[in-house]
């Protein structure tokens, strides 16, 4: 073992979704639906990402942010708040 810690596959996919879809916000909970995969992975990534290190890298996070897929579903869902809401901020590859 090099003493690095692993990365999942989920991390680095959810990372990757961000990249495609950069500067959008998404709460955890729709994050992982539309990954299709648990949420508990991404939400331990959404906390790291609230850090200057995750913004140099070109992902923010906050708590009670907004959602994309919430705000897209019309009056009764848009500005309704995720526990944890993250983006990328890295222009997509064209």
Do not use: N, Q
């Not at 994050?31 to 331990?44: C, E, I, Q, S």
């Amino acid at each position: 073992m090099s003493g690095e810690p692993s990365v999942s596959s989920a991390v680095i996919r959810g990372l990757e979704f961000l990249d495609r879809h950069a500067g959008e916000w998404y709460c955890t909970r729709c994050w992982a639906d539309a990954m299709r995969t648990d949420v508990r992975p991404l939400y331990r990534l959404s906390v790291l990402m609230g850090t200057d290190e995750a913004r140099l890298a070109g992902y923010e996070a906050k708590a009670d942010g907004a959602c994309k897929v919430h705000d897209a579903k019309g009056a009764r869902l848009a500005g309704r708040k995720g526990p944890r809401s993250v983006r990328g901020l890295r222009k997509p590859r064209t």
